[in-house]
């Protein structure tokens, strides 16, 4: 991966307008249709408004938030608003940010116009604007030229969106100077590192619902990987083709053949593949909040009742995974070992990140990827502690879920191809 230009390698931007592609797609409360319920993506983005801020710049963040399905040109809907995120924004940062209610029209185009030095405008949602994510490139370029009249320079920092060929990811970068944030900057360093020059040994734990969902992933990994260890929902095709009896488990059938294959390459390329030694199981998939009532016990992997549905690694397994995970130089996770949604069967998923703290206090360089997985140790306890992990438990946690799956699967993300041009 080539590197990136960076902020700093512009010069002197005192005076300039910046477009900032960023990713402020947080979650927002149902119930009164303003509260953000995780501000985490935006606290993410602080480090690079604060540094154009203080380099004399005047900053056009723009942004989409969930997915609005607009039938003309431009529809407001007011649920997938901004506007408490501007607010948010401003709450953070101390300065204060103007607001426009559209993205190219004429409120945006009329703040811009007064925008001075160190302030800051959120535009409305690009994708009330349906050429943000057109298929048709010529729609794709009108908006784009559009965006791009707005400002002097763009800076990419939205990683969670940089493997989307969108307007703001892609059109506008080929507009005007173009070059990283300190987000993107980080999220592909970090990345690049473990694919690329590894500490060894490296030790990939995939986890997850579906084998399907991380076909590419898996025929990435098994490249380079020393040791894969398979939890999750996935880990049941893999023990199924070992024919082992997994009751009602997760089972794609369709992919036996293909997880067959895997299970040859890992062979052949002398690659250490643990699968569950014991799984904690269930009658049902859990309907309840904590599952408990549900919670039928742990049975080794090969005898799992046939009326009995795995939805969490058993306490062996986590002993067996966290061996591997401690005494390796590399770890790349991806994918929760369990339903850690429900706290009935999160044990698992929390003994693999607390697994991970260990590695990384003993100098391995860990790496969360994937939205489930990141999100889950945003939720859950250190199994030792009892304490929340916190950001710098691990040496990089994600923020892209998609992106960060195309990352893996060594896929060339247009967003970050388009600033190396
Ligand atoms: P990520 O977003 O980190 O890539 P995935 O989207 O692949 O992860 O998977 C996350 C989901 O997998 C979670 O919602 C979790 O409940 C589910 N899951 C984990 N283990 C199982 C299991 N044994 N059976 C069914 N679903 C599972
Ligand atoms: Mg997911």
Redesign the pocket.
Known sequence: MATLKTIKELGDIRGKKVLLRVDFNVPISKTDGKTITDDGRIRAELPTIKELLAAGASVIIMTHLGRPKPQSAFEVESEFSLAPVAKRLNELLNVSVEFATDTVGEDARNKVEMLKSGQILLLENLRFNQAETSKDALQRAEFAQKLADMADIFVSDGFGVVHRKHTSVYDVAKLLPAVSGKLVQKEVEALSKVMDNPGRPLTVVL????VS??LGVIVNLLKIADNILV??????TFLAVLGYEIGT??LEADQIETVKGYIQQAKERNIKLLLPAD?VVAKE?PASETGDAELEGVFVSDAIPADK????IGPETRKQFAQVIENSKTVIW?????????SA?AGG?SAIATALVHAKLKGAFTVI????????VRILDNCETGKPFSEDDFSHISTG?GAS?EFLEGIALPGIEVLSE
């Open positions: 986890g997850g619902s579906k969902d991380k939890g999750g929902g996935m880990a049941y488990s997760l799984v998939f549905m795995g939805l969490d991806n994918g929760p070992a369990g339903v850690f949604e429900k069967y998923t990827g994937g939205g489930d997985s990141a999100a889950a879920g799956l």
